[in-house]
């Protein structure tokens, strides 16, 4: 457990470039670049920087920068047992997770601070030892009313009893008037509103969540403040090669959500044509067969060795170590053209609200239309 601890410390930077030298291939194998917008490329938008916070509220040492693996917290309850969900947090950092992604829409930060705080105490750490992102939601993107954008925020430090953010992302680039539910408010605005927030020196970062590259782009035009990570949908069900390529030259680090694709239930009935369960695919049982790994670990190194952040999730104890153990799957280059054929194949995207919302997510992006 101990080197776990140290590889979970890793930056992602680290712990790709190893892979590479274990490796000695190229990362991508995945038509990095074989998209119409790489002549469009605007290196101005690369050379943008996310200013360093240092205040009264940040100690000296903060985590260096986002650890290559978190630990996931949406849909973390069992029904009315809010405890199940403390106890999972207080365990994955107790295992060795140093990084957990939380936002106010999954409406358990209550129970999850809870489960840091008892996490922190049990493994002997301090609040500045482990990297905490959270997320703002539609309902406070505050066109409206400016001042919800820092109401949310505030609710969400008290929520999971931490003084400071390390990561604050706009959950999705869809603001909704929570009265009448219209989503005409522009996410340029809500941006402007995040780096406000950056003065109160209560997080250290802010960042997007599913945004498509036109909205990428027009956001990074809009503002001084580069987006330290995007996290959105990236398992070999949906592998996105080129548009994680992008985010590499513009200096953005990926984190990729729903990690273990269809293994999350609540996808089930929501997909048109669900593929095989991920983890029973058989090209990715047999890798983890010669890699003398589990499959799931098979999917997590796999996005963590093509420079991408996981947050899996897992209330299970077992799951919850099995993952953080994905640290140590190393993968050889034979897998990756197998595993790339297997997004062909098997092209899906999981998570797509914008028909319920009325709006087109993921404009220009593979599976945007399901
Ligand atoms: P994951 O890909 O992490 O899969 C979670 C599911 O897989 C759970 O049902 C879990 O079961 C199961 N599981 C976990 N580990 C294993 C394993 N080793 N073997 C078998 N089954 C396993 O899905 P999520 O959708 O939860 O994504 C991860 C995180 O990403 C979220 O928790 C959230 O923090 C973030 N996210 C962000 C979104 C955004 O819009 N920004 C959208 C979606 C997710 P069990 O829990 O029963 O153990």
């Not at 670990?297 to 077992?318: C, T, Y």
């Amino acid at each position: 457990m101990k080197l776990l601890t140290v590889l979970s410390l890793l930056s992602t930077s680290v712990l790709t470039s190893a892979l590479h030298n274990d490796l000695q291939q190229p990362i991508s194998n995945d038509h990095a670049f074989d998209s119409g917008f790489d002549d469009d490329f605007d290196a101005s938008l690369a050379a943008k920087s996310h200013p360093k916070i240092t205040s009264e509220h940040i100690p000296s040492d903060p985590v260096d920068s986002i650890p290559p693996i978190g630990f996931g917290t949406w849909l973390l309850k069992n029904e009315d047992d809010m405890q199940n969900t403390t106890d999972s947090v207080a365990y994955a950092l107790q295992t060795g997770y140093r990084h957990i992604d939380c936002a106010a829409a999954y409406r358990n930060q209550k129970w999850v601070g809870k489960g840091i705080k008892a996490g922190l105490h049990t493994a002997g750490l301090e609040r500045k030892d482990i990297w905490v992102t959270s997320k703002l939601w539609n309902d406070h993107h505050g066109s409206a009313d400016p001042s919800l954008v820092e109401q949310e925020f505030n609710e969400t430090l008290a929520d999971l009893g931490v003084g400071y953010l390390d990561l604050y992302l706009m959950h999705w680039p869809v603001g909704e008037d929570p009265k009448n539910h219209n989503t005409s408010f522009d996410y340029i605005f809500t941006w402007s509103r995040m780096t406000k927030l950056l003065d109160t020196g209560r997080v250290r970062y802010i960042g997007i969540s599913n945004f498509a590259p036109e909205e990428l782009r027009r956001l990074m035009a809009s503002s001084d403040v580069k987006p330290y990570a995007h996290q959105f949908e990236l398992h070999p069900y949906l592998q996105q090669g080129w548009w994680l390529a992008w985010h590499k030259r513009l200096g953005v680090v990926v984190t990729a959500y729903s990690p273990l694709a269809n293994s999350n239930p609540t996808y089930k009935g929501r997909v048109k044509e669900m593929p095989p369960p991920l983890l029973n695919n058989t090209v990715i049982t047999e890798i983890a067969k010669e890699r003398s790994c589990t499959p799931a670990q098979v999917a997590l190194s796999w996005n963590m060795f093509r420079g991408a952040v996981v947050i899996p999730k897992s209330k299970h104890e077992r799951y919850i170590e099995e993952n953080l153990g994905s640290l140590n799957c190393a993968l050889l280059y034979p897998d990756y053209p197998k595993i790339e054929a297997l997004g062909k194949k098997y092209l899906t995207r999981m998570n797509n609200p914008g028909e319920g919302w009325g709006v087109h997510l993921f404009k220009g992006l593979d599976g945007s239309e399901q």
